[in-house]
C-alpha cells in the first residue's frame, strides 16, 4: 500500500508559479511511474506530467510541455511539479499518483488512467 500526500497548492495570478509536492510513504524509486493529474470541473482528467524514476525519463502534456516541470527526489520519497507561467486554464484539481507495474504513458504522453495509488488532491487556482 502507498500513501500519497499532496501539497503546495494555491491561488496565483496569471504568469505566477506554484510547486507542488506529493509525499509519499513507500520508495517512489522502487514504482514504475510518478505521475500528476488534474481534473476541472466538469472535465475530464489529464495526464499532466510523468516520470519513471528508474530512468528519469519525462513525459508531459502538450498543453503544459515548456511550462511545467515534474521531478523527483529519492531520498525524501518526494515527486514535484514546478509549474510556471500559469495561466486560468490549469486551474483544477492536481493529484499526485503512483503506477506500481506497466507504462504510464498512450501516445507518448501521460496516460491519467492506469494508476495504482492516487493523493488526495491539492486545489490550483489561477486567477
Known amino acids: 500500500q502507498v500513501q500519497l500526500v499532496e501539497s503546495g497548492g494555491g491561488s496565483v495570478q496569471p504568469g505566477g508559479s506554484l510547486r507542488l509536492s506529493c509525499a509519499s510513504s513507500?520508495?517512489?524509486?522502487?514504482?514504475?511511474?510518478m505521475g500528476w493529474v488534474r481534473q476541472a470541473p466538469g472535465k475530464e482528467r489529464e495526464g499532466v506530467a510523468a516520470?519513471?524514476?528508474?530512468?528519469?525519463?519525462?513525459y508531459y502534456a502538450d498543453s503544459v510541455r515548456g511550462r511545467f516541470t515534474i521531478s523527483q527526489d529519492n531520498s525524501k520519497n518526494t515527486l514535484y511539479l514546478q509549474m510556471n507561467s500559469l495561466k486560468p486554464e490549469d486551474t483544477a484539481m492536481y493529484y499526485c499518483?503512483?503506477?506500481?507495474?506497466?507504462?504510464?504513458?498512450?501516445?507518448?504522453?501521460?496516460?491519467?488512467?492506469?494508476?495504482?495509488?492516487w493523493g488526495q488532491g491539492t486545489q490550483v487556482t489561477v486567477s
Open positions: 516520470i519513471s524514476p528508474g530512468s528519469g525519463r519525462r
Open positions: 499518483a503512483a503506477l506500481l507495474i506497466g507504462v504510464c504513458t498512450r501516445r507518448n504522453v501521460p496516460d491519467p488512467r492506469v494508476y495504482n495509488y
Open positions: 513507500g520508495s517512489i524509486y522502487d514504482t514504475m511511474c
